[in-house]
């Protein structure tokens, strides 16, 4: 005969053993007005648009937010100081603030990775042409870039591996003269991220 409320004999809780850290999820940028570059591990996209003025600044950070907003990290390719076609500067520089204040009000870290700093850890020299950056990405990381955007998505997946590996997750051995361009960035606290 068996009681209204019959109780299971109790199981012990299984023992809860900390793993590593999961990995975390780094989205990185090479802003442009027309054609900026996205990567993550794995893979590179681009966002394009020929809208003008504060349309193509409101496009662009809705599309980028559309990316960067489940991320734990964003890194984003630093201004070109020494450019010589100043076109559309104080837009860009516009774009910047943008997505850094996306990422101040929700609380994501950011990095900015100066392109000197960005052609050296990923090319092996700073002064790197956009064709050896491209390349060296897809010999090391096994990432090709094509089409319109080709450099684009090369700068911004060479951001994405700076970034993770400064972080201690790099994506594929680099030469230790590449890894010292790590501390010419602009890295967020790295305390405040991992506890």
Same mark, same amino acid.
């Given at each position: 005969?068996?009681?209204?409320?019959?109780?299971?004999?109790?199981?012990?809780?299984?023992?809860?053993?900390?793993?590593?850290?999961?990995?975390?999820?780094?989205?990185?940028?090479?802003?442009?007005?027309?054609?900026?570059?996205?990567?993550?591990?794995? $893979?590179?996209?681009?966002?394009?648009?020929?809208?003008?003025?504060?349309?193509?600044?409101?496009?662009?950070?809705?599309?980028?937010?559309?990316?960067?907003?489940?991320?734990?990290?964003?890194?984003?390719?630093?201004?070109?100081?020494?450019?010589?076609?100043?076109?559309?500067?104080?837009?860009?520089?516009?774009? *910047?603030?943008?997505?850094?204040?996306?990422?101040?009000?929700?609380?994501?870290?950011?990095?900015?990775?100066?392109?000197?700093?960005?052609?050296?850890?990923?090319?092996?020299?700073?002064?790197?042409?956009?064709?050896?950056?491209?390349?060296?990405?897809?010999? *090391?990381?096994?990432?090709?870039?094509?089409?319109?955007? *080709?450099?684009?998505?090369?700068?911004?997946?060479?951001?994405?591996?700076?970034?993770?590996? $400064?972080?201690?997750?790099?994506?594929?051995?680099?030469?230790?003269?590449?890894?010292?361009?790590?501390?010419?960035?602009? $890295?967020?606290?790295?305390?405040?991220?991992?506890?």
């Amino acid at each position: 005969m068996s009681a209204l409320f019959d109780l299971a004999p109790e199981v012990p809780a299984t023992p809860v053993v900390a793993g590593p850290p999961a990995p975390f999820t780094i989205i990185a940028l090479d802003l442009s007005l027309t054609c900026t570059g996205i990567a993550g591990v794995g $893979w590179t996209d681009r966002i394009r648009t020929k809208l003008r003025g504060d349309e193509r600044l409101a496009y662009l950070e809705t599309e980028i937010a559309s990316f960067i907003r489940t991320a734990d990290m964003v890194a984003m390719e630093g201004p070109s100081y020494g450019h010589g076609a100043m076109a559309g500067h104080e837009e860009l520089a516009g774009l *910047r603030i943008l997505v850094r204040r996306y990422c101040h009000r929700h609380q994501l870290p950011y990095a900015v990775i100066p392109p000197s700093s960005l052609k050296l850890y990923t090319a092996g020299r700073g002064n790197a042409t956009k064709g050896e950056v491209r390349s060296a990405v897809a010999d *090391r990381y096994g990432i090709h870039t094509e089409g319109a955007g *080709r450099y684009d998505m090369a700068d911004a997946y060479g951001a994405l591996a700076a970034a993770s590996d $400064w972080l201690g997750q790099p994506l594929a051995d680099v030469p230790a003269r590449n890894r010292a361009a790590l501390a010419g960035c602009q $890295w967020p606290d790295r305390e405040a991220m991992t506890s």
